[in-house]
């Protein structure tokens, strides 16, 4: 059966659980949604956002809730306010240089064993945050032969995380 009531676009870019109950999805178009009523229906957590085309989706570990977004770089809602209903959005781009049309490219969030969350971006490289996404720095990605970043990963030795990145590279 179909639980997609409420969900305007199924066209869904990421999914991810926060706790044992709650669930996320991000859509190419619609905005971010949360299932209510046990799943049967979706709720937008988006209302008031001027642009609706969502990529990746990433708890922090202070519970709040980041979206990288094809139109205005990084936004997040911090958990304090979702839980009271309030469902203020805020850019969280701080530090990521500015691009031509400020895409944060479909790639994952991720983190390294220090707690910094990374993001990938389209044409700029890699940036960290070590604030729960408020600000962003510019990771050294010199070596690169291209800074279209579509995905990365860490690779763990007993001294560090090592930052593997996959790019479009034509």
Do not use: C
């Not at 059966?1 to 996320?24: K, Q």
């Not at 709040?64 to 936004?75: A, D, F, I, K, R």
Request: hydrophobic share 35%; no cysteine.
């Amino acid at each position: 059966t179909s639980a997609s009531v409420g969900l305007r676009n199924l066209r869904v870019a990421s999914v991810i659980t926060s706790g044992a109950s709650t669930v996320y999805a991000s859509t190419k178009g619609d905005g971010v949604f949360k299932p209510t009523a046990g799943g049967a229906t979706w709720f937008d957590l988006s209302e008031g956002l001027t642009f609706q085309d969502m990529g990746e989706l990433y708890e922090t570990d202070m519970g709040s809730l980041l979206v990288s977004t094809w139109e205005m770089g990084v936004v997040r809602i911090a958990k304090d306010s979702m839980d009271v209903g309030n469902y203020e959005w805020e850019m969280s781009s701080s530090g990521i240089y500015r691009l031509d049309d400020f895409s944060i490219y479909a790639t994952s969030f991720n983190k390294d064993r220090t707690d910094k969350i990374y993001v990938g971006t389209l044409g700029k490289g890699v940036f960290s945050s070590e604030d729960d996404g408020y600000s962003w720095t510019g990771e050294r990605t010199d070596e690169l032969l291209d800074h279209n970043v579509t995905s990365f990963a860490f690779s763990e030795d007993d001294q560090k995380d090592n930052l593997v990145v996959g790019t479009r590279n034509w």
